[in-house]
């Protein structure tokens, strides 16, 4: 039955006043923003879909109040004011996290939003210069700098890379500069699949595919960034 039952949104809730779960994050040390944002878009998503089905929702407005303040909760929270951009975790927001692309692609914020942009930016800047991006992938964190409960180093996230191109494209419906960054940044990553145009989950500084082989959500990303840079070039012509 499509229904969202309250306890389980209230969980939901909950868990960011607790140690919030992120994806491919273990450390249950700090409330994290990926997973925050997360939780705030399920509840979102509970609420249209009781609207578009006519579902019962009986306690709606405590829905909205909960929604409302995650969001709330992420915008001031997870904000880094002297770096001018979201971070990992309410409590180190200095630490520079790219699973927060993903914030544009489910509505959590548009693409120009000035505090969306200055989190992208930071991102894309190289290791060197406090950034993640090296070579036109993505970091999904300084593992130096963030307790990820794994330890050891990490290769670029193929997931991660995919969201920022997808996030990169969209902010282009608004600066098409960052369009044509965005399909530079996809053309050079697909030099990386395999000769049957399959990715893994990370790929190395020297190029070589790390992690789970095949990664299905790397796949399930690729044909989402692969739809918006086609939706987006066939609009600007470019």
Known sequence: MLYFRLTEVK??????????????????????????????????????????????CPKRLEWLSARDDLYEQIMHKAWYPEGEYFGQSYEEPEVLDSSLMIMPLVFFSTPADPRFLGTLKAILRSPERGGLTS?????????????????????????????????????????????????????????????????????????EALGNAVQGFTHVTLISAAYNLSRLQSKFKI
């Open 135 to 207: 070579n036109g992938l993505v970091y999904r964190y300084d593992v130096t700098k963030s307790d990820d409960g794994v330890g050891g180093e990490e290769g670029t996230f193929c997931l991660c890379t995919l969201w920022t191109i997808e996030a990169l494209a969209r902010a282009g419906e608004y600066d098409k500069g960052m369009l044509v960054k965005a399909v530079g940044m996809f053309e050079d990553f697909l030099q990386y699949m395999n000769h049957l145009g399959l990715c893994t989950e990370e790929i190395s500084e020297a190029g």
């Open 11 to 56: 969980l939901l809730y909950r868990s960011c006043y607790g140690k919030s779960q992120a994806f491919e994050y273990y450390s249950h040390s700090s409330i994290n923003s990926c997973g925050g944002c997360e939780n705030r878009v399920a509840i979102d998503r509970g609420l249209r879909l009781a609207d578009k089905r006519s579902l019962p």
